[in-house]
């Protein structure tokens, strides 16, 4: 049954792992509510990263606080309803979103550190490791899978001076993220997907990634001893970061089938039952995965004015910004893993990208390295390995505008893609994270509303 948020009907759409409705007969009242109110509009909005439905009910709110302020000022008539879906996804504790501002940014890639402005750079979160378990757990239910989060914290903490303990450490996580794809290897020429193959590469190049990884994050203050010892525990520090880069890869793979599994289908029946109402998806981080994927699950002839989504908004997508590609510019023989599905949209396509949005960049060492570009200028790294936050949709003849305040007048073209860039707005937040979280603005709002046509 349907909830007021800011005066819109509001529902909750939520999924588990495999796809599966948490609650069947909740989605049934979606689709017959939705009909019986005879919306005009319906926005469908994921969340990325959470560990509990209340931090997403809580990005939903804020996010349509915003949107109802514009929809009063500008007396929009048109009846707009929200959803909000609801996937196990995993925060770690570490990446709280954080107030302070970034006031220059530079993604770090093969091994350099994240350049910060003048002054004091903001204050770096340090999760306790029975934080980081505890938060991990919620996320991976089954016993097998608990085993191995556990003896992966227990190897962190153990912090072995040993070749043997990191090799370990590889190798149980190779057998986590292996957990949930039936045994099917990564592929790691995949620009979507080689973060999740660090399991697989060889020790030696493990190694270095770890190495690679310690040094990204902040010195503390004062100094020590150096030699050995040091360079040890960097590699643990980097063991760590490696566990939340192949935590998210996960993530990022949940996402892709719930969206094409669950809310694909789920737009397709309610099309079916009111064709009039138009749908309009947003996604944050690994939820612009999650709704991008569901042009997937929708059927074949669901092109063009046929399509019951007429528009698509991905706020920092935490996917490969080649994901719509039909070439790959680095590989002519192959193409993004959405190749063909923004075709599926009746209306504008948008991405927002922000240099000081430091989650999208943490995956750029894991797939450099898993595929020996380690050696490759930082720029080339930065354009294969790209995510859609760090620099919008690529290979796909994007236009590249800035993401005005309320009042903006937007070149909106059915099927034609926009690079919105944030690098005056998303702008807040502290590391490891940066301004990842940062979407809740006007500036958003105006956006969302402007897409649809409803302002």
């Known amino acids: 049954m349907s909830t007021d948020l800011h005066g819109f009907p509001f529902w909750t759409l939520q999924f588990d792992k495999d796809a599966s409705p948490v609650d069947a007969a909740a989605l049934d009242t979606f689709v017959d509510e939705v009909a019986g109110q005879s919306l005009t509009d319906l926005y469908i909005f994921s969340h990325g990263w959470n560990n509990e439905s209340s931090a997403a009910l809580s990005l939903y709110d804020k996010y349509f606080a915003e949107v109802r302020k514009i929809v009063d000022a500008r007396a929009v008539r048109a009846r707009i309803g929200v959803a909000g879906v609801i996937w196990p996804s995993i925060l770690w504790p570490d990446d709280a979103a954080a107030s302070a501002r970034i006031d220059v940014v530079a993604p770090a890639m093969s091994g350099g550190a994240v350049s910060m402005g003048s002054g004091p750079p903001p204050p770096l979160a340090t999760a306790s490791l029975d934080d980081v378990h505890a938060a991990l757990n919620k996320g991976y239910e089954a016993p097998e899978q608990q085993r191995l989060l556990a003896d992966l914290i227990a190897l962190l903490a153990e912090r072995k001076d040993s070749d043997e303990a990191l090799q370990k450490f590889q190798q149980t996580l190779g057998q986590l993220l292996a957990s949930e794809r039936a045994g099917a290897a ?270």
Do not use: C
């Open 186 to 455: 990564a592929d790691k020429a995949n620009p979507d997907a080689a973060d999740g193959a660090v399991g697989l590469m060889p020790y030696k190049d493990f190694r270095r990634l770890l190495d690679t990884m310690g040094h990204q994050m902040p010195q503390p203050a004062g100094g020590g001893a150096a030699g050995l010892v040091d360079g040890l525990a960097k590699l643990w520090d980097g063991a760590k970061d490696v566990l939340r880069v192949g935590t998210y890869w996960q993530m990022k793979e949940r996402a892709g089938v719930v969206g094409r599994a669950a809310l694909g289908p789920l737009i397709t029946r309610l099309h079916e039952r009111v064709p009039a109402t138009r749908v309009h998806l947003i996604g944050h981080s690994f939820g612009a995965r999650l709704v991008s994927n569901a042009l997937a699950g929708l059927p074949a002839t669901a092109v063009g004015a046929a399509s019951p989504v007429k528009s698509l908004l991905l706020l920092q997508g935490a996917f490969s910004h080649f994901a719509f590609a039909d070439v790959l510019p680095q590989d002519h023989a192959r193409s993004g893993a959405l190749k063909g599905m923004a075709a599926r949209v009746d209306g504008p396509l948008l991405a927002t990208h922000s240099l000081r949005d430091l989650a999208v960049g943490r995956a750029y060492p894991a797939a450099s390295f898993v595929n020996r570009d380690d050696s490759a200028a930082a720029q080339d790294q930065a354009s294969r390995w790209g995510g859609m936050g760090s620099d919008g949709a690529q290979a796909v003849d994007a236009l590249r505008v800035p993401l005005g305040d309320v009042g903006t007048v937007y070149p909106f073209q059915a099927g034609k893609w926009i690079n919105l860039d944030g690098n005056q707005v998303i702008i807040h937040g502290g590391l490891p994270s940066g301004a990842h979280s940062d979407i809740v603005h006007p500036h958003t709002a105006w956006l969302t509303l402007a897409a649809a046509k409803l302002v």
